[in-house]
């Protein structure tokens, strides 16, 4: 099943809606790293809220979406991620280390708004 | 008073085949009084004002198959179906809120009862009422053992039992501001807490919107490499929902445990006490606590 990917303003949200294959991943990743380039986004959403299993190849999929686009110049935040799934998630070892991630949308749209605020701070 | 020498108790114990006779001979005894035996503890047990928590009808009926009971150990000499019937009486009525002394009480009461009973029979040969109570005192000494200490034993279980759910409640998980969370950890630390401490708090950073969750380990004593891991974990897994966690409270033992041990907590934001913890969160969470004189001052 292909993942909407939606564009709000300078952000890509990309929402997953129910349990991917492996080639649904690859392909997420590859029209996401695309479109960061296409619409120019600053920043990029992956919300896995409606997933209830993620497992080693979700995550090393993410990792990499996370580095490719933020050398393609989009910060990345995963958002929504179950509880349940978070403890599966530290047993096996998978702690997404290196990327941002915050409780729902919502927080995740204000994570984008402050990293884009210190950017402009900074300049 | 004088006693005649014929009503001192014997000194010598009745044989074992002796004893096992006038066993025989009380339990048929007890058996054919029965109902009149039963009624009479019954009431016995009302006047004494025991058992207090149940209904007449409940004690007679208890009052039954307790008589029925001890009258078969008497008779067999074994102790475990007695034993068995003492630890499902004591599971039924402890929490009606029924005192040791009640069954202590009543157990004695029976025993009363019954060598009145024993003394009404034989008041006229005294030898053979004192080989009877000979036979009799042992055996209803240890039934009121076996029954007093089943009890015990059965109240103890429920203690410990009500110990470890008091121990599983124990984990509160407190929101001190918008978004902020505190999970004061007190006491020892195994597997099974440190996963239900974690689901708990994964819960309540998603029910509560948290950004920042604080956890104080003052309260716990010790931390051993498993511990530790559990610790990151937690932190890590919250982390996964988008929150910070601070650690705080690490005593100066635990801290050298875990340099010792090469546990690898770099991944963690410690502070050395509460009060810095909250400090920290709030500075994460852009808050700024100012006394009331100095913003006065300022705005004035």
């Known amino acids: 099943m292909e993942v909407p990917i939606l564009k709000q303003g300078h952000y890509l949200i990309a929402s997953i809606q129910s349990a991917l294959t492996d080639a649904d991943l690859m392909q997420l990743r590859e029209s996401l790293v695309a479109r960061v380039g296409k619409f120019r986004a600053r920043g990029v959403i992956v919300d896995v809220t409606a997933l209830d299993v993620m497992d080693s190849f979700a995550v090393r999929t993410l990792r990499d979406i996370t580095h490719m686009a933020r050398l393609r110049g989009a910060e990345t935040v995963i958002v929504g991620i179950q509880p349940e799934v978070a403890f599966a998630m530290v047993q096996l070892g998978l702690t997404l280390k290196g990327v941002a991630t915050a409780l729902d949308l919502e927080e995740g749209l204000a994570f984008l708004d402050a990293q884009a605020r210190e950017r402009i701070d900074r300049a | ?300």
Do not use: C
């Open chain 2, 1 to 300: 008073m004088a006693t005649p020498k014929d009503r001192t108790p014997s000194t010598q114990p009745p044989s074992p085949e002796e004893t096992a006779g006038l066993l025989r001979e009380l339990v048929s005894h007890l058996r054919q009084n029965r109902t009149q035996l039963r009624e009479e503890w019954a009431r016995r047990i009302t006047r004494a004002q025991l058992l207090t928590a149940m209904t007449e009808e409940e004690i007679f009926a208890e009052a039954t198959s307790v008589y029925d009971n001890y009258v078969e150990a008497l008779e067999t000499g074994t102790f475990e179906a007695l034993q068995a019937y003492a630890r499902n009486l004591s599971e039924r009525i402890i929490p009606r809120g029924v005192e040791t002394h009640e069954v202590v009480g009543i157990v004695l009461l029976l025993r009363d009862v019954l060598a009145r009973s024993l003394f009404a029979k034989y008041h006229e040969d005294f030898t053979k009422l004192n080989r009877i109570l000979d036979a009799y005192e042992p055996a209803a000494n240890r039934i009121a053992n076996t029954v007093a200490v089943g009890f015990v034993q059965e109240r103890e279980r429920v203690i410990r039992q009500q110990q470890e759910a008091i121990r599983e409640l124990s984990t509160p998980v407190l929101q001190v501001r918008e978004r902020l969370l505190i999970l004061p950890i007190i006491g020892v630390i195994d597997p099974q807490r440190a996963r239900q401490l974690t689901e708990q708090l994964l819960r309540a950073i998603r029910t509560n919107r948290a950004k920042v969750v604080v956890i104080d380990i003052t309260g716990v004593a010790a931390m051993d490499s498993n511990v530790a891991n559990h610790l990151v974990q937690t932190v890590e897994a919250s982390r996964l929902l988008g929150a910070t966690v601070i650690v705080t409270g690490l005593s100066p033992e635990i801290a050298q445990t875990l340099v010792t041990i090469g546990v690898d907590l770099s991944e963690m934001a410690t502070v050395g006490d509460l009060q810095g913890g909250i400090e920290e969160a709030e500075r994460l969470l852009g808050y700024k606590v100012l006394e009331l004189s100095d913003s006065g001052q300022k705005t004035a």
